[in-house]
């Protein structure tokens, strides 16, 4: 089985402190995919995963956990699939449990079972949901296309420390054979 993967890069920039009203903001933004595609054939047409879209957070406060839905047109993940016609996939994501920061911070990073979507129409409105922890499949469309889009959740701690933090998101997509 071949595979074709792509990667997506998060990252957060310093926000700073609000020391006057007792808030200390760290911001989250997602930076420009880096992709990294490798082709996978079917009868010849190459495999392509393309990222389009990173997470983006915005700015969070330590302590409130921010959720950002796959479904959301603006800080949703969302990548890109061409390949043949009709090929059944397989989707799997290599998905980091935390960020790393300033100093040897960290901050942690949930995906859920609703977290993932697949839509052949390649519509962020036309989405079936999946778990993006586990392994999925999805068909490209008549025109050997299609989408998928992620959400997650950041959890930063009440202490935590501003500042830039990343992390790496690989999906990797295979050809089934079916």
Known sequence: MQAARAKARVACAPFGSMQNQGILTAGVLAAALMVSPLSAYAQGRPLRVTGTRGISFGSVIPGLPLHVLKSDPARGGAFELRGEKFSVLQLVFALPATMAGPAGATMPLTFDAA???????ASITAQATFDPR???????????QASVFLGGTVRPASTQRAGAYSAIITLTVS????
């Open 115 to 121: 977290d993932g979507g697949f839509s052949a129409e």
């Open 134 to 144: 586990a392994p999925a499949f999805g068909q490209l469309s008549k025109i050997g």
């Open 175 to 178: 050809y089934t054979g079916t």
